[in-house]
Structures are given as C-alpha cells and as structure tokens.
C-alpha cells in the first residue's frame, strides 16, 4: 500500500479551460503544464464538427484523458433553489433527453477507451421513503447498467448536493459494482453538507477519482457557498491528503476550476499547491 502521493495522479477537468476546439485545448495543456484531463464529453456530441478526432488529436499531442465528465441537459446552478430543481438526472423533464445523451456517451467512451464517466445526480433525495426515491434510484441503475453493458465501464457520482450518510445509503440499495464515487471537498462546502475530511473518510470505500476544488461554505437561507482558488477557501488539504494517504489511493486527483478570469493560471497554482503538499502526505 502506498504511503505517499504522486504528481503523477494529478490532471485538470478540460470544461475549467473552456476550450472550444481539441487544438484549444492541448494549448491549455501546454500553459498549465499537465498533459493528463478528465475530458467534458457534452462539446463532442453537441459540437461535431469543431471536436471532430478529438480523441486523436489528443493522443498525438501526449494528452491522457483519465476520464470522462457527463453533463445533464438544462442544469442551472445561479442559485442552490434552482439547481436543486434542474440538476442532474432527478428532474422528470429532461430525463428523456439525458437518457438521448447517454447512448452518445457510451459510444464515445467506447471509442476513447475510457473507462470512468463522473456525473452529478443531482439532490438524491434524503430518505428512502420519499416517492422520488425509488426514481432516481432506478435512472441510477440504468446508467450503471449501460455503462457496463456497452463499455465495462464505471459511473461515478460527484458529491456535494447530499450528505455522505445520504450518499451511503444510495449507493447501498442501487447496488451496482460499477457504481461509485467521485469526491469533491469544495462542493461539501458549497452545498452546506458536511465536513469535507469527516464526508471523505466515509465515502473512500467507494471513490473512484477526486477532485482538487477549494470553497467557502455557503451560509442560511440557501446562500450558495463560494469556490476559491486552492489554499484560499475552507477545505483542510493536509486532512483530505491524509485520508487519501492512509487508504493507500493511487487513483486520479483533478484538478477544477468553474470560476474566475485566470482559470489557467489557478489550475497551474493548484498544481504547484498540491504536488508541493502530497509528496509522503505532509503539509
């Protein structure tokens, strides 16, 4: 079992770039210095033509991409009311349209070989006896038994819009093996649902990928809390570095970035903060 970090788990979320074509965003590799992404799979299929051989072009500029990112139709996020309305797969009226996107996705992932898609769910509702329970619960399944069926691969929930326990339970009566985890200390903070180190050390069992975000928490009366660049919001990074550590996690950390003007530069920073930081788990 390992006992350190590598800066070799580190990669960057290519959407963070905003890139508008594959040539754009290899030149976003280039200026922050990391040749690794978890690739935003939505511009492929929306956009064909400007993403045309992306995988291509990627691999013959040195550029692994570690995973894939699902993003769900009509998301609003300006506000926590209403992207507790439209996020993720919950709401009943994009659902259909998702479900579309999907048989895009797998066959994308067929093709990069990719093996890991994130998504976020959206706000899994907090007890079993809630009716829309049993609905997420079973769209969860579907996509789950997708991805294996056509790709062997894994679907990884991006925490942040329930709590760990809530999470836990999820995962339990969904069922799936190829269902599991991808942390996000920050979006704990934005969402007011837990400590970020307390959540991650219940959910490591099931995390497939991390991401590297900071935050400030969000405050009363559904106040959305606020990203910060790494080091400067409220995550503990020698804690969630020790958690890691200790369980001997040798997946990817990666690195996102959905604010600011200087985006490159932030994801450079948190690079330079985390490798300065991982090497043996001290901070």
């Not at 280039?30 to 492929?44: F, K, S």
């Not at 969402?191 to 970020?196: F, I, K, L, T, V």
């Not at 106040?223 to 996690?249: C, H, T």
Request: net charge negative.
């Amino acid at each position: 079992m390992t006992k350190s970090l590598l800066p070799q788990q580190l990669a960057f979320c290519s959407w963070s770039t905003k890139p508008a074509t594959p040539e754009e965003l290899i030149r976003r590799c280039g200026e922050i210095g990391l040749v690794r992404i978890q690739l935003g799979l939505h511009p492929l299929y929306r956009d064909p033509d400007s993403w045309k051989d992306a995988g291509k072009k990627l691999s013959d500029a040195g550029i692994e991409i570690v995973s894939g990112m699902f993003a769900a139709r009509g998301e609003d996020y300006s506000s926590i009311d209403r992207i507790r309305k439209t996020g993720g797969i919950v709401p009943d009226a994009t659902w259909e349209g998702n479900w579309e996107d999907l048989q895009k996705v797998v066959t994308l992932c067929r093709d990069l070989g990719l093996k890991t898609v994130s998504t976020h769910a959206g706000f899994i509702p907090e007890e079993e006896d809630d009716p829309k329970f049993p609905v997420v619960v079973e769209r969860i399944q579907k996509m789950a038994d997708l991805f294996m069926e056509r790709f062997g691969g894994e679907l990884i929930l991006e925490t942040g819009q329930e709590t760990a326990d809530t999470l836990l339970e999820f995962l339990a009566v969904a069922g799936r093996s190829n269902l599991g985890v991808n942390f996000d200390p920050a979006n704990m903070l934005i969402y007011r649902m837990g400590d970020p180190v307390e959540s991650m050390e219940k959910l490591m069992p099931h995390i497939g990928q991390v991401h590297i975000k900071d935050a400030v928490r969000g405050g009363p009366d559904d106040e959305r809390g606020a990203e910060a660049r790494v080091g400067d919001g409220e995550v503990d990074w020698p804690g969630f570095i020790r958690v890691l550590v200790d369980a001997g996690y040798t997946g990817n950390m990666v690195i996102e970035r959905e604010k600011g003007d200087s985006r490159v530069a932030d994801i450079r920073h948190a690079a330079e903060f985390m490798t300065a930081r991982m090497v043996g788990g001290r901070a």
